[in-house]
Nanobody
Framework: QVHLVESGGGLVQAGGSLRLSCAAS????????MGWFRQAPGKEREFVAA?????????YGVGSVKGRFTISRDNAKSTVFLQMNNLKPDDTAVYYC?????????????????WGQGTQVTVSS
């Protein structure tokens, strides 16, 4: 069982930055690949980024976030991060972190076993 808690969301102006954190309970954080998804009002939850168990492999979805968002993890602190730079109003959404025991297909929600409650990110124009 893994319990995930996101933090770091808030209100920011366009062009600003935020760093989201997701703290995981339990001693086996390193056994899970981690992902970030987001869901805007009236839209489906979409894949943002994922990182392998060791942190050596990353993948990004949602074409517009490439080059602006960076996913990383600290296995010693059981935490995964999402650094978001040059934020745009279209990035406004609830951001969720998730944990997966699988190594592939991490862009798909069904691959994840545990989810956090989400943190709101609002970008004003």
């Amino acid at each position: 069982q893994v319990h995930l808690v996101e933090s770091g969301g808030g209100l920011v102006q366009a062009g600003g930055s935020l760093r989201l954190s997701c703290a995981a309970s339990g001693r086996t954080f390193y056994n899970y690949a981690m992902g970030w998804f987001r869901q805007a009002p009236g839209k489906e939850r979409e894949f943002v980024a994922a990182i392998s168990r060791s942190g050596g492999g990353t993948t990004y979805g949602v074409g517009s976030v490439k080059g602006r968002f960076t996913i990383s993890r600290d296995n010693a602190k059981s935490t995964v991060f999402l650094q978001m730079n040059n934020l745009k109003p279209d990035d406004t959404a609830v951001y969720y972190c998730a944990a997966s025991v699988r190594d592939d297909g991490l862009e798909y929600r069904v691959q994840y076993d545990y989810w956090g409650q989400g943190t709101q990110v609002t970008v004003s124009s």
